[in-house]
Structures are given as structure tokens and as C-alpha cells.
């Protein structure tokens, strides 16, 4: 059969098992990195096309059996989706077993300085009281964790505050100043700041995808021509920006949360609102599928740390 034409009774022979290897090759790039489903690859690939003519179309593009088609973009979401409702149910039924029970695992998206600064704070003293749970962290941008928690493929994130999508809620935990990184004997360690001093000293930046970067950027060409502002290095790691500060590379910009991860040769300056804001951040959590209970006690246990300042 090929995938020439729907037909709607054919719906009632798709297969999570075909779902699941669909949404793997798009994730892995590959139909050999999908045999971390524990089946073999050719498989995968019957499984994928099976599913083609089952819908009737193509969701990889012809010639190219890993670029996926117009048509499985559309479906992508809808089959992310599916299978978190499955995995809703699975954890449901763990919760209902475990009768209470504190246990189990979970997934948190963030960014890499919330990684670095809040998260571990906030898992250690979660685990200190709950030896049963694991944790796994993935590291994205902003709207990519958004995505991540739309699709199930993370419980909740910590990020910086951004709009909702229908489907996610946010909760605020803490405001941090954006902070300029120097050597103690830098000339900036003095005297005022303001964007045109920024902008002639050799700048290491968060990623150009930034927030950050991007409205720094548009307060230093505010100041000074665009050519004269002098980038000298985009890293995300905000624990890699200090570090190429201490080795004398220029001063860097850096979210506030990260201070703690200065050396004592190194001074975090607040800078002024009139050049960058403070950012508020906390947890973006899902309001539309069921929540463990695992998930739902680390939410409540950390959003009461913030409040009485235990993370500080």
C-alpha cells in the first residue's frame, strides 16, 4: 500500500508503537538512533511507513528518509501529544499503586545558568527528604522549553518569565538584576555605567538568541555606531563567560542568578536599569494533563523555598 489517499476506517489500525517510532526518528535524525525504543531499525522503518499509509500521506520527504514533509510537521504535535497522554495515564497509575508514595522521576527543562545556580540548591534539598526521586535536566532556550512542556517532553521548567501558550501556567519565584562581570583592576570597576563605556570594552555575551543579548545590542547601537561595539565572545554558559573573564579576555554580562559563581579576583556590578532591567523567573508547569504526584510536591516544596528565601 501506498500513501496515495486517506481512508478514515483505516484510522482504528494506527499503533502507539508507530507513533512512538515516528516522533523518535524526527527527535534522533535518524532511523538508527530510534533503536532506543529496544526495536530494531528496519522495524522503525516499516512501522513509519505503515503509518504513511495508514494517513494516506508522507511524513518524510521522499529521497530523504529523515527530513521530515510539511504534512508530518503538522502531525508532529499531535502524535508528541498523544504519547504524553499515554504517559499521563502510566504515571497516574503509578501514583494510584504507590498510594502516595514520593517516588520516582523528574524532568526538568531550564536554562543552563538556572542549571548551574537555582536547580541544584533546589534538588538537593528536595532529595534530602526524598531519597526515591531522580531528576533528569534538559537545557533549552526559553520558547524551546515552552515547546518541551507542551509536547511532555519535560514536567515543568525553570525559566524566565515570557507569555504562556494556552495549556501552561507560570509561577513567579525570583527577580535578578543583569550583572556586569570585570576584573577587580578593570577600568570599569569604577565610575558610572553607561552603554557608550560598554560598548568599547570587549564584550562576552549570553548566545545572540538571547533576551539579554538582544536588548543589550539595541541599547548599545542606541549609543554608538554598530561597528564600534566590540563583541568579542557569545557563550550560553554563563559559568563560561566568567571563566573567560578570569582569564582576561574582556568583561561579561550575566544574569544575576549567576553571581555566586564569581572567583573573589572578580566584581559583579548591577547594572543600571536604564541599560538592562531586572529579569523575573520561576516555573512554567503544565495545566492540561495530569501532574504526579512527585511532580506536584517538588513544585510546592521549591516555590515555598523561594518564598521564605531559603534559595538565597
Not at 507569555?163 to 507560570?170: L, Q, S
Request: with cysteine; net charge positive.
Amino acid at each position: 500500500m501506498k500513501a496515495s489517499g486517506f481512508e478514515p476506517h483505516h484510522i482504528q489500525s494506527v499503533t502507539l508503537q508507530q507513533i512512538r517510532c515516528f516522533v523518535a526518528v524526527v527527535k534522533g535524525g535518524s532511523y538508527a538512533r530510534a533503536e532506543g525504543l529496544g526495536i530494531a531499525q528496519p522495524a522503525v522503518s516499516r512501522a513509519v511507513m505503515r503509518l504513511e499509509d495508514i494517513l494516506g500521506a508522507k511524513l518524510f520527504e521522499p529521497g530523504e528518509r529523515t527530513k521530515i514533509s510539511a504534512f508530518g510537521e503538522k502531525i508532529l504535535p499531535e502524535a508528541s501529544r498523544m504519547l504524553g497522554m499515554v504517559e499521563s495515564l502510566k504515571r497516574l497509575a503509578q501514583d494510584e499503586a504507590g498510594k502516595g508514595r514520593i517516588a520516582g522521576e523528574v524532568t526538568i527543562g531550564t536554562k543552563s545558568v538556572f542549571a548551574e545556580t537555582i536547580l541544584p540548591k533546589l534538588i538537593g534539598a528536595f532529595r534530602k527528604k526524598y531519597r526515591r526521586v531522580s531528576f533528569r535536566i534538559r537545557c533549552g532556550g526559553g520558547d524551546e522549553l515552552l515547546g518541551m512542556l507542551r509536547t511532555g517532553d519535560i514536567d515543568i521548567a525553570v525559566s524566565h518569565e515570557r507569555p504562556c501558550p494556552d495549556g501552561i501556567a507560570y509561577k513567579r519565584l525570583w527577580s535578578f538584576p543583569r550583572l556586569l562581570v570585570v576584573p577587580r583592576d578593570h577600568a570599569l570597576a569604577k565610575g558610572s555605567l553607561t552603554a557608550r563605556r560598554l560598548a568599547e570594552a570587549d564584550l562576552i555575551l549570553p548566545g545572540r538568541d538571547s533576551q539579554t543579548f538582544a536588548e543589550l545590542m539595541r541599547k548599545l547601537s542606541e549609543a554608538v555606531s554598530g561597528e564600534r561595539i566590540r563583541r568579542g565572545i557569545e557563550i550560553t554558559s554563563a559559568a563560561a563567560q566568567i571563566a573567560y573573564v578570569a582569564q582576561g579576555w574582556g568583561v561579561a554580562v550575566i544574569d544575576g542568578s549567576a553571581e555566586e559563581l564569581l572567583t573573589p579576583a572578580l566584581l559583579a556590578r548591577r547594572l543600571p536599569p536604564n541599560i538592562l532591567a531586572e529579569r523575573d523567573a520561576g516555573v512554567f508547569y503544565p495545566t492540561q494533563r495530569y501532574a504526579p504526584n512527585v511532580v506536584r510536591k517538588f513544585v510546592e516544596e521549591s516555590c515555598g523555598r523561594s518564598a521564605r528565601g531559603d534559595d538565597e
